[in-house]
């Protein structure tokens, strides 16, 4: 059966073979360049399917990959299998179909046999979208390591996904909210503003996604409330250009602007490395690697979370709030309990591409 997927599916397998075929992992700073002197050495690469754990143990003296599945050798491939169809795979995928669309690629359909796959990327339910054995040579220390993939070849990525769980309440109170008079406000707030009232911040509705974000910082669901309503107020989007406008407006009254910086990448790198909505989150990284960014032209890009500050400069640089389906999330209404009237406003972060 053809194997059909979208661009950044197909980005997510092109990732593991050109992990496996070049060795290393290069790092890169928050504008995507990459650091010849900065990698990390590759040894095996480890893929999860289903209740299956496929490895990929390099062998750079036979120039093979030899895969074995729940322990048990399956068989080697010689590395000129997979990098022989490299630059067609990725040429495929930057022609093919629509940022959304899907299509088929022959030629990584070829390889998923060879290499005894059967899916194209990880569950969703994990943060991390590949395990990689890697040797830092740096610390001299040899572990597996789980990154997640992103890809700049199609649509932009989402860091943090939509949900019910992602809406923030808000009141409305008779006042003049500000309004930035080179913007228009995002959906229907236009109305509520031009009307006299302005919106205050009530609750997160979800506990758990409350309670994790009390993890990173005990004030930090009313810091983000301030994040989600500037962002609907029309402010530009990208997350530095809204702290730097929390930073001048303080409305935490910390008196500090860097507090706002510091706060926000710590959110960011949290959420990049494990923390999700819905889930209980102990603080601990699922993703214990960091993310592995797929470029333009086909080269990989690792922000590594040991350099936890170049990680954070690339969240905070790359990143932006949207506005996702109204409908689906059951957000951007007015409506009425007890004499009161509130609206939800929900959160999405994706990366700016």
């Not at 194997?3 to 197909?10: L, V, Y």
């Not at 900065?38 to 209740?51: A, G, H, K, P, Y």
């Amino acid at each position: 059966m053809i194997k059909k997927a979208n661009k950044g599916e197909w980005s997510e397998f092109y990732a593991f073979l050109k992990i496996l075929f070049d060795h290393k992992l290069f790092s890169a700073d928050e504008t995507f360049t990459i650091i010849p002197e900065s990698f990390l050495e590759v040894l095996s690469v480890i893929r999860n399917e289903d209740r299956d754990s496929l490895r990929y143990d390099i062998d750079e003296k036979k120039q093979v990959f030899n895969i074995s599945k729940n322990d048990v050798f399956l068989t080697s491939v010689p590395f000129f299998r997979v990098g022989g169809k490299l630059d067609a795979i990725l040429k495929q995928i930057q022609s093919g179909g629509s940022k959304t669309g899907s299509f088929a690629i022959p030629d990584a359909e070829e390889l998923m046999d060879d290499l005894q796959c059967t899916k194209l990327k990880a569950s969703s339910r994990e943060k991390s979208d590949i395990l990689v054995s890697v040797h830092d040579i740096k610390s001299a220390t040899t572990q597996d390591r789980g990154f997640s993939i992103k890809s700049k070849l199609g649509g932009k990525s989402t860091l943090f996904n939509a949900s019910g769980a992602t809406n923030f309440l808000f009141k409305l109170v008779e006042g003049q909210q500000e309004k930035t008079p080179e913007t228009k406000p995002r959906i229907n707030l236009d109305e509520i503003l031009d009307n006299k009232f302005t919106i205050q911040f009530v609750d997160i509705q979800n506990t758990k996604f409350k309670a994790n974000l009390e993890l990173v910082d005990s004030s930090m669901p009313e810091l983000l409330s301030e994040v989600v309503k500037y962002y609907y107020l029309g402010y530009p989007p990208d997350i530095k250009t809204l702290t730097s406008i929390l930073a001048r407006k303080d409305p935490l009254k910390k008196q500090n602007p860097d507090f706002y910086r510091h706060k926000i990448q710590e959110l960011l790198i949290s959420i990049a490395l494990g923390m999700q909505p819905t889930k209980k989150w102990s603080g601990d990284n699922s993703a214990t690697g960091g993310y592995i960014i797929v470029k333009e032209d086909g080269e990989l890009a690792c922000y590594h979370i040991y350099e936890r500050d170049r990680f954070k400069r690339y969240l905070f640089s790359n990143t932006m709030l949207d506005t996702p389906s109204r409908s689906r999330h059951k957000f951007g209404t007015v409506f009425h309990q007890n004499g009161d009237s509130f609206i939800n406003l929900n959160l999405q972060i994706r990366f700016t591409n």
